[in-house]
């Protein structure tokens, strides 16, 4: 089983910076995909960052520039860097993981795997 806990969520302000952390727990081997999506009540699902096996990133549009995803595999640990956030940014933000191939979750598949989800909030 896998587990996936984030945190570091928080407010901040337009213009701000916050890196999410996510600790992962269980057996998923590197094969798999990584990513970070969030949600708005009322709106759709949207993945921000996708980090592939072979360290490939892939970013929605609305954050590209923005955000950096990477990984720690000594940590076993998923981080999400946001800087000059947006109230738009406003969000739960999840962690999650599949063993199946990035290039299915990007052409839609939800991950299999997600965490418990952190709060960001960005005032204008």
């Known amino acids: 089983q896998v587990q996936l806990v984030e945190s570091g969520g928080g407010s901040v302000q337009a213009g701000g910076s916050l890196r999410l952390s996510c600790a992962v727990f269980?057996?998923?081997?590197?094969?798999?995909?990584m990513g970070w999506f969030r949600q708005v009540p009322g709106k759709e699902r949207e993945v921000v960052a996708i980090y592939e096996s072979d360290g490939t990133t892939t970013y929605a549009e609305s954050v590209k520039g923005r955000f950096t995803i990477s990984e720690d595999n000594a940590k076993n640990t998923l981080y999400l860097q946001m800087n000059s956030l947006k109230p738009e940014d406003t969000a739960m933000y999840y962690c999650?993981?599949?063993?199946?191939?990035?290039?299915?979750?990007?052409?839609?598949?939800?991950?299999?795997?997600r965490g418990q989800g952190t709060q960001v909030t960005v005032s204008s």
């Open positions: 269980g057996h998923f081997y590197s094969s798999g995909c």
């Open positions: 999650a993981a599949d063993f199946r191939s990035c290039g299915v979750i990007i052409g839609g598949t939800d991950f299999y795997y």
